[in-house]
């Protein structure tokens, strides 16, 4: 009897054995795909940082843009009244001396 205690014993501490080792394993494999995937969360984590980047500076550009087509706009306008104002005073001055 006691040696198929002893047995018994011996096969209990075999098999704790096997799940301790499966269980080493499972948490060596899960602390791979954690390390993966923090690395990949780093990553993101950086391009998204360049990308705010680079939007911010897409935003600067385009009120740069804006800033210089309204510019734009007043001087065409105003060359356009000054014209306007040229050939109205041509026209009277012609018109007055004939």
Known sequence: MSTDRLNQSSERIKESRRTVLETEEL???ILQDLHQQRQ????AHDTLHGVD???????????SMV???????W?????IGVLIVAIILISYFKISHN
């Open 27 to 29: 948490g060596v494999s």
């Open 40 to 43: 990949t969360l780093l990553h």
């Open 53 to 63: 980047d680079n939007i911010g500076k897409s935003r600067k550009l385009l009120t």
């Open 67 to 73: 800033r210089r087509m309204n510019r734009n706009k």
């Open 75 to 79: 001087i065409i306008g105003g060359l």
